[in-house]
């Protein structure tokens, strides 16, 4: 992998998350190429990385992985400016929530490999959940590159690529769900009389000991939950008004509004 020149096309928030763990995990900052919109965004890559920002086709002659890392409805016309560039042994890699490896295949010469996955904004702390998919072409070669790729931002995991509408409503949209709870929480502690500091700061290290323990225990929530639940106590008293309030059902028609608009995401694309 270290042989390999690596280009992000499209380094916003995700894409820069990927180049951020290439280098840190010892990547050749001359072996990793960059593409901007902007020439603001295109320095600040350069100051923050040390990385080359180059065009879109250059990005594409030059690399041997290519990740994409564009808004799902812009990745159409990204494809129609580098095809004739993507020769044979390049390895398109997708971070696109939505579309499949398909969308790119079509769009790519025959036979190009393409990876998708589906990464999380905790990347930029070392744990993201990223979940990868080969496409048509792709190899356990190419699936160990796209590894190597996002092991410097967390864990990583292997999936069917028809799960992954799905995947993106649980981690590549979940943080953003226990982001609202813990604001939630916060704002709860407040109507209580609660400094705000002191409820950020009660609200946010339960909820880290709470993941914690979540993965290093091994237990299931349930379990986990029954532990803190006293007969008679003030949990039973608040779990009562969350179930009341229909939490459960609300992140089932959460995640399944997620799932749906992945798929007309990937309807919407042209
Ligand atoms: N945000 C998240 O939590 C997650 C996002 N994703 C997926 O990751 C991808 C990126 O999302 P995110 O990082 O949030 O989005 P950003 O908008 O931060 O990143 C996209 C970047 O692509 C640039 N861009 C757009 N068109 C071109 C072009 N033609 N040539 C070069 N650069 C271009 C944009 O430039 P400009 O700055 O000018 O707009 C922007 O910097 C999406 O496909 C999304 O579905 C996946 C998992 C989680
Ligand atoms: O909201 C989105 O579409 C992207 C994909 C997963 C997280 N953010």
Redesign the pocket.
Known sequence: MSEQTVAIIGAGKMGELVLAGLIRSGHPADRVLATARRPDRAAELTERHGVTVVTNIEAATRADVLAIGV??LDAGKVLDEISSSVTPGKLIVSLC??LPTSFFANRLPEGTPVIRV?T??PAMVGHAMSAISPGDHATDEHVAIADDLFKPLGATVRVPEYQQDAV?AVS??G??YFYLVVEAMIEAGVLLGLPRQTARELAVQTAVGSALMLRDSGGHPAELREAVTSPAGTTAAALRELERNGLRTAFSDALSA?HS??QQ?AAQAK
């Open positions: 808004k799902p929530a939505g589906m999380n904004t993106t590549g949209s943080p953003a997620a608009r992945a995401i």
